[in-house]
């Protein structure tokens, strides 16, 4: 596989500078990612630079995952519109040991182009700061550093200098993985560009070497939202942050206009492969071939193949027929996901095990329905379901209807949901 040939057909070179395909022509080289630990997750925005080192090593590279201990403490002003509170030490090794277990599930780590993770810690810890200025800021002047892109931008409302000197760290981690490990490569997003670039400047200036940039364009969605974030914020790697359900159903739910871009960059199927996807889709859209494609491809990857079939199952549940059984067969936590935000009322377990008409249970006990009245008439529209059954007004609901024994899930046709917990 050709690097530069792969990125450009899957959509994700922005930019790169000269010399890199001379550079791989020769042979294997040595690329990195850096990432910040502002989390103790990645989320999928971080997903494209991933793919990038992925691929990086799919063709014979060997790929450098850099964790910044050293650099979260300082915090990138990429992109920010203002100075973002900093961490302490403890949740910042607390997210780089999470980041580093996630980076693991993506790259191989054995073998001829074994990946390794690396922590900027290790050389910044025993760097004094006068000896940094010294040695490293002397060879960049405040002229080239407001130049860029993430500096200008804040200059009329303000920039810290610890967000000042940020781009300077980074481009020295870039010049000693340049000096110590021949790493000759840098991958990031475009909003990444100048603080590369840094780094490349910084080779040149202190050591007369030559470095490269490879950057991706940022992801953008066709309705203009951002890409990687749902109602409840990002989108995250972690499940326990966001659920295999809800990780899935972000892919299911991406427009038609967005999911030929996604599957090239968060897949490794072949470009034949998704275009016969692609052709597919274009026949009959509303099977939506392409999201389902991409939903489980991804989902099972980061994943597991036993959290895509709950998803399916769970996804099943909202939208198509399930059974009480298939209910209970799912996690509490995934079914509580799927639910989560809808209209909800707590009963005491007592009072349903000893039983209740479906009329009182629908109006006074959960205030699901207004009155009496709407609750026969909506059972006489044959309109209501206990745990996806349809009931009438002669239903008593019992101890038997509870999920797991805690839940009730009751609905007034398709789409409207309410969920009786019982404690």
């Not at 915090?75 to 030490?89: F, I, M, N």
């Not at 399930?322 to 989560?340: H, Q």
Request: aromatic share 10%; charged share 25%.
């Amino acid at each position: 596989m050709d690097f530069i040939s792969e990125l450009k057909w899957r959509g994700m070179l922005h930019d790169m500078t000269p010399g890199l395909e001379e550079l791989l022509a020769k042979g294997n080289a040595t690329g990195y990612v850096g990432f910040d630990p502002t989390a103790d997750s990645l989320h999928i925005g971080n997903l494209v630079p991933v793919m990038m080192l992925v691929h990086w090593q799919r063709c014979g590279h060997n790929p450098i995952a850099l964790v910044g201990g050293a650099t979260g403490m300082v915090g990138d002003p990429s992109g920010k519109t203002a100075e973002r509170q900093l961490l302490d030490v403890e949740r910042i090794q607390h997210n780089l040991a999470c980041q580093k277990a996630q980076l693991e599930q993506f790259l191989d780590f054995d073998g001829a182009h074994a990946a390794r993770v690396v922590n900027n810690a290790d050389w910044f810890k025993d760097f004094r700061f006068l000896d940094f200025i010294r040695d490293v800021g002397k060879h960049i002047t405040v002229n080239y550093m407001t130049s860029k892109d993430s500096v200008k931008k804040r200059l009329e409302t303000g920039m810290s200098f610890t967000e000042f000197s940020y781009q300077l760290v980074q481009g020295y981690d870039f010049y000693h993985l340049w000096k110590n490990e021949n790493c000759m490569v840098q991958f990031g997003g475009s909003d990444q560009w100048g603080n590369i670039t840094t780094g490349t400047e910084l080779i040149r200036r202190m050591g007369s070497g030559q470095a490269f940039a490879v950057t991706a364009p940022l992801i953008t969605k066709a309705d203009g939202s951002k890409f990687g974030k749902s109602e409840g914020g990002n989108v995250w790697i972690d499940k326990s942050k966001t659920s295999a359900y809800k990780f899935y159903q972000y892919w299911i739910n991406a427009a038609d206009e967005d999911v030929s871009k996604y599957i090239r960059i968060f897949t490794l199927k072949s470009r034949e492969e998704i275009e016969s996807l692609e052709a597919e889709h274009a026949q009959d859209p509303g099977r939506r071939i392409l999201q389902k494609a991409l939903a489980e491809d991804i989902t099972k990857r980061i994943h597991s193949e036993a959290d895509l079939e709950t998803a399916i199952a769970a996804s099943a549940l909202l939208f198509g027929k399930a059974s009480k059984e298939a209910i209970e067969a799912l996690p509490e936590a995934e079914f509580l996901s799927v639910f989560e935000g809808v209209p909800q009322a707590t009963l005491g377990v007592d009072q349903v095990q000893s039983g209740l008409p479906i009329i009182d249970f629908l109006s006074e006990h959960t205030g699901f329905l207004a009155s009496k009245g709407e609750a026969r008439r909506a059972l006489k529209e044959n309109s209501i379901s206990i745990n996806k059954v349809k009931v009438n007004e002669h239903t008593t609901v019992s101890g038997e209807d509870l999920i797991s024994g805690k839940h009730i899930l009751v609905q007034r046709g398709k789409k409207n949901y309410f969920l009786v917990s019982c404690g």
